[in-house]
């Protein structure tokens, strides 16, 4: 609301005319008229001062008309009221979200009417604040009452509830102790609603906890808006403009590492700097530590950091500059997960590839489905994964850490028996799932098996295998490993019909000729010379002939038993 029309507003709700108010207020009729009609843009303090104690005004109501004022005014610049122009400069190095902040500004434009919501969540680490003090530097203009930041603290213990977060924004609006004594704890939601509806402003809640910790801090009516920051998806606000933030593009990641160590030490090391960018997932917060880590190092090569990350188990450890640790981010919302989704958390560790089904993912946890799913929405809702078309997600840092919990809460032999368990689930389901492509199949028995995904037909089963070929081969090859040649063997035979379906996957040369040396094991020169033919087939399709020399050894063995 422009300045002209506060004033006008509370003149009239205070019973004046302008020659009353003049009176009362020592300013002249023509002073009030002229700012009444929008002539006089940006009045002096002491005649805002002044008017303010002809109306009898309130703290609440003078704070108004005070902000008001700054309406043609920059935000932040002097004689802009406390709180308004404390906006907390962003201290990170930024990189890339034009998309995300193209629709931010966009939200922006739409704030005419009424007040406008952004709820912006993403993992730990994601850079969800840093992106909002940057977005916030691109859309100030827009908002000539300024810009006020609240951190909700939403991962404390003892994050503070709405009514003390609406008192400390009453406060960034220049609302005096005095007024809120007066107006009591019960009538502070009708302030803040009247504060907030006269205001152009742009008000940040940080770190937000849940729903209902900011619920009642959305503002129902006025032109301000609103930002929220979280690790939670916040879905139970309902409609609003939502931002999720993930890993950082390639070349946007590398360019956040050249930012923090300078373009002539990046250029002078481009592979390592981007196997750093892929070794971080491309998180901002682990992207910030690597880059202040090696600037403080200026006599380490970028190649040194590079080898350092490469190894998994010492990964997350090297991932710390200071206080600042990129495990300790993650940690802090493990310990706010129930215990069923926090369990199912550690196991996911244990998916190769890192993205899932439920029914896998129940199987992994022993929870039956309805409740593996409860413990899926709570991981997506707590920020740990993400979900895309039915397959949840770890990133790359998260299912480190989370391999790092299991080892710490659970026996080696519980891990060892869950992953060899959940090894032979899948090749179960793949070989229920290839059967269906052989000439003249039905359902298999074991389709009604308890626990196993159910497959229709050809068709479902073929969506399976592709989807879930990153898991199921991860389990082919740990059970040749394990020297388990009947269930190599048994695999592959099953599959052999559906890779005449998918011949386009590389990997099947790799099955085949695993099958062929379990076969050759088993002492079936016959099975091995088949399987030997068939990897060599599907590679010749593909024009990728393997140049070992096993392949060429069990080609020649193949070529032999055919003759």
């Known amino acids: 609301m422009s300045f002209s029309m506060l004033l006008r507003r509370l003149r009239t709700e205070a019973g004046l005319t302008i020659a009353e108010l003049a009176r009362t207020s020592g300013v002249s009729v023509r002073g009030i008229s002229d700012l009444e009609r929008g002539r006089r843009a940006v009045p002096q303090r002491r005649t805002v001062e002044a008017l303010a104690d002809g109306l009898g005004l309130g703290e609440g109501q003078r704070a108004l008309l005070l902000a008001g004022r700054n309406g043609g005014r920059e935000p932040g610049a002097p004689g802009s009221e406390p709180g308004l122009?404390?906006?907390?400069?962003?201290?990170?190095?930024?990189?890339?979200?034009?998309?995300?902040?193209?629709?931010?500004?966009?939200?922006?434009?739409?704030?005419?009417?009424q007040p406008v919501?952004?709820?912006?969540?993403?993992?730990?680490?994601?850079?969800?604040?840093?992106?909002?003090?940057?977005?916030?530097?691109?859309?100030?203009?827009?908002?000539?009452?300024?810009?006020?930041?609240?951190?909700?603290?939403?991962?404390?213990?003892?994050?503070?509830?709405?009514?003390?977060?609406?008192?400390?924004?009453?406060?960034?609006?220049?609302?005096?102790?005095?007024?809120?004594?007066?107006?009591?704890a019960d009538g502070h939601p009708a302030l803040y609603q009247r504060v907030l509806s006269g205001q152009r402003c742009v008000l940040?809640?940080?770190?937000?906890?849940?729903?209902?910790?900011?619920?009642?801090?959305?503002?129902?009516?006025?032109?301000?808006?609103?930002?929220?920051?979280?690790?939670?998806?916040?879905?139970?606000?309902?409609?609003?403009?939502?931002?999720?933030?993930?890993?950082?593009?390639?070349?946007?990641?590398?360019?956040?590492?050249?930012?923090?160590?300078?373009?002539?030490?990046?250029?002078?090391?481009?592979?390592?700097?981007?196997?750093?960018?892929?070794?971080?997932?491309?998180?901002?917060?682990?992207?910030?530590?690597?880059?202040?880590w090696l600037a403080t190092r200026t006599a380490w090569s970028i190649r040194r950091l590079a080898d350092r990350l490469a190894v998994e188990e010492r990964r997350?450890?090297?991932?710390?500059?200071?206080?600042?640790?990129v495990s300790a981010a993650f940690d802090v919302s493990y310990r706010q997960l129930g215990p069923a989704a926090a369990h199912m958390f550690r196991r996911l560790a244990l998916i190769d590839g890192g993205a899932t089904t439920a029914s896998c993912a129940a199987r992994l946890s022993g929870q039956a489905l309805p409740a593996a799913q409860r413990s899926l929405d709570?991981?997506?809702?707590?920020?740990?994964?993400?979900?895309?078309?039915?397959?949840?997600?770890?990133?790359?840092?998260?299912?480190?850490?989370?391999?790092?919990?299991?080892?710490?809460?659970?026996?080696?032999?519980?891990?060892?028996?869950?992953?060899?368990?959940?090894?032979?689930?899948?090749?179960?389901?793949?070989?229920?799932?290839?059967r269906w492509h052989e000439p003249g199949h039905r359902a298999p028995a074991s389709h009604a098996r308890p626990g196993m995904v159910q497959l229709s037909g050809a068709d479902e089963a073929r969506e399976w295998l592709q989807a879930e070929g990153t898991t199921w081969l991860a389990a082919y090859r740990a059970v040749?490993?394990?020297?388990?040649?009947?269930?190599?063997?048994?695999?592959?035979?099953?599959?052999?019909?559906?890779?005449?379906?998918?011949?386009?996957?590389?990997?099947?040369?790799?099955v085949f000729h695993t099958a062929a040396g379990a076969a050759e094991a088993l002492e079936d020169p016959w099975l091995a010379a088949q399987f030997a033919y068939h990897a060599w087939a599907l590679a010749a399709y593909e024009g990728r002939l393997p140049k070992t020399s096993a392949f060429r050894?069990?080609?020649?063995?193949?070529?032999h038993h055919y003759a």
């Open 480 to 510: 040749a490993a394990a020297g388990e040649h009947p269930r190599v063997v048994e695999v592959a035979q099953s599959l052999h019909w559906f890779s005449y379906r998918w011949m386009f996957w590389s990997h099947w040369p790799e």
């Open 316 to 325: 997350l450890d090297a991932l710390a500059a200071g206080d600042v640790r």
């Open 378 to 434: 709570e991981l997506v809702e707590a920020g740990l994964l993400t979900v895309q078309r039915g397959r949840y997600r770890l990133h790359d840092l998260l299912r480190l850490f989370a391999g790092d919990r299991l080892r710490a809460e659970e026996t080696v032999r519980d891990i060892d028996s869950v992953r060899a368990d959940l090894h032979h689930w899948l090749l179960d389901n793949a070989m229920a799932a290839g």
């Open 85 to 113: 122009r404390d906006f907390p400069r962003a201290t990170e190095a930024f990189m890339g979200r034009e998309t995300e902040l193209a629709r931010l500004v966009e939200a922006a434009a739409s704030a005419a009417g």
């Open 204 to 292: 940040v809640l940080d770190n937000v906890r849940d729903e209902e910790q900011v619920r009642p801090l959305l503002p129902r009516a006025g032109t301000s808006m609103v930002i929220l920051t979280s690790r939670r998806n916040l879905a139970g606000l309902g409609s609003g403009h939502r931002l999720v933030l993930g890993e950082l593009s390639p070349d946007d990641a590398a360019g956040l590492l050249t930012t923090l160590i300078g373009r002539e030490r990046a250029e002078a090391e481009p592979a390592a700097i981007a196997e750093i960018a892929e070794r971080c997932g491309r998180l901002p917060l682990a992207l910030w530590v690597a880059g202040n």
């Open 553 to 559: 050894g069990g080609l020649a063995r193949a070529r």
């Open 117 to 184: 919501v952004v709820a912006v969540s993403g993992a730990p680490g994601a850079g969800k604040t840093a992106f909002v003090l940057h977005a916030v530097r691109q859309i100030a203009d827009r908002f000539p009452a300024g810009q006020v930041l609240v951190d909700g603290r939403g991962l404390d213990e003892d994050a503070p509830e709405s009514a003390e977060l609406m008192v400390r924004v009453l406060k960034a609006f220049g609302v005096g102790d005095r007024e809120l004594a007066n107006t009591g």
